[in-house]
């Protein structure tokens, strides 16, 4: 006979956790469509043909970036106070790729691209540290409450 806990059972499927997974979970797709996906489906052989498009070291190759950088946000704000390995392991594993993908084309730009490589490292470096921040919270041992 199996003894079905409704308060376990809320826990596990907490409406913040499952917001904050799917907003992590949003990011780190994000984050493989930019290194996998972008280059091969628009035909591009990567940010250095995107330099003529730029405007002031934005272009539309940018806004899953920051739309990554905006969800990996939400998905620590809405996580606050709540324990998540998933949430911390989808916003370091987004913050890696972000860092691997944008890091060899800092050097490649003109001075106007220059923004665009180094907003994006950036904010795989921000979406990292969150992840970490996460992980740490997660991890840590609860203080203990003694009832008299």
Do not use: Q
């Amino acid at each position: 006979m199996v003894k079905i806990i409704l308060a376990t059972m809320w826990d596990m499927a907490n409406p913040r956790l499952v917001i904050s997974t799917v907003l992590a979970g949003v990011a780190f797709a994000l984050a493989v469509f930019g290194m996998v996906g972008a280059n091969s489906i628009a035909g591009m052989s990567g940010h250095g043909s995107l330099a003529a498009s730029h405007f002031g070291g934005l272009s539309g190759s940018h806004i899953p970036g920051l739309i990554a950088l905006a969800s990996s946000i939400g998905a620590f704000i809405v996580s606050w106070r709540r324990r998540s390995y998933l949430v911390a392991g989808l916003l370091i594993g987004a913050g890696i790729l972000y860092g691997i993908h944008l890091g060899p084309f800092l050097g490649d730009h003109s001075v106007i691209a220059l923004y665009g490589p180094f907003i994006g490292v950036m904010s795989g470096h921000l979406m990292l540290a969150l992840g970490v921040a996460k992980a740490l919270g997660s991890a840590r041992t609860p203080v203990a409450k003694t009832v008299t």
